[in-house]
């Protein structure tokens, strides 16, 4: 038997099927954490932004209309709602910097994959959001454009300036000293 879409699991969720709503968790948990992590740069805040998220999602299957994959509707939830997040708890700085544990002589990946979430943390939200669901979720540019309602000239543009932004960052530094 064929495992059921997005779209028929929507359809038998919506009619009240618990398991269509596991199956929906199932597939899209990782991606909306990963899109939350992502954007908030706190485990425990992505923790609290995708379960938010998956639950305004399901409160709403109703207004799911279909048009765009389920995965992408809400990751445009995991974005509104890390954004407010954010902005209530005015926390638009840098992540934590600490290098994650590991085997020695993976250190220094460890150490330049930090270095790179703390550039990418220290985006403005909306050139962060474009840089993280396009590099991090795998989303193409179109498809981003339609997950933020804008024109894909904009996202272009904002990941543009993201990219130079990283350049800049993750070449001077933030001493100021070129590498």
């Given at each position: 038997?064929?495992?059921?879409?997005?779209?028929?699991?929507?359809?038998?969720?919506?009619?009240?099927?618990?398991?269509?709503?596991?199956?929906?968790?199932?597939?899209?948990?990782?991606?909306?954490?990963?899109a939350a992590y992502g954007l908030t740069g706190e485990r425990a805040m992505a923790d609290d932004v995708a379960q938010d998220a998956f639950e305004r999602a399901i409160r709403n299957l109703g207004r799911f209309d279909g048009r765009r994959p389920f995965g992408a509707w809400l990751h445009r939830i995991v974005v509104n709602r890390a954004h407010d997040v954010m902005r209530r708890e005015r926390r638009f700085t840098a992540l934590d910097g600490r290098a994650e544990e590991g085997v020695e002589?993976?250190?220094?990946?460890?150490?330049?994959?930090?270095?790179?979430?703390?550039?990418?943390?220290?985006?403005?939200?909306?050139?962060?959001?474009?840089?993280?669901?396009?590099?991090?979720?795998?989303?193409?540019?179109?498809?981003?454009?339609?997950?933020?309602?804008?024109?894909?000239g904009t996202v272009h543009s904002r990941m543009s300036r993201a990219l130079g932004d990283l350049r800049i960052r993750l070449e001077v530094g933030d001493a100021g000293q070129p590498r």
């Open positions: 038997m064929d495992e059921p879409d997005d779209h028929d699991l929507v359809t038998r969720a919506r009619a009240g099927s618990k398991e269509a709503l596991a199956e929906l968790f199932s597939r899209h948990w990782t991606g909306a954490w990963r002589g993976r250190q220094s990946e460890a150490a330049e994959r930090a270095e790179v979430r703390a550039a990418i943390a220290g985006l403005d939200f909306d050139r962060r959001a474009v840089v993280v669901l396009h590099y991090w979720l795998g989303h193409p540019l179109t498809d981003v454009a339609k997950i933020l309602d804008l024109p894909v």
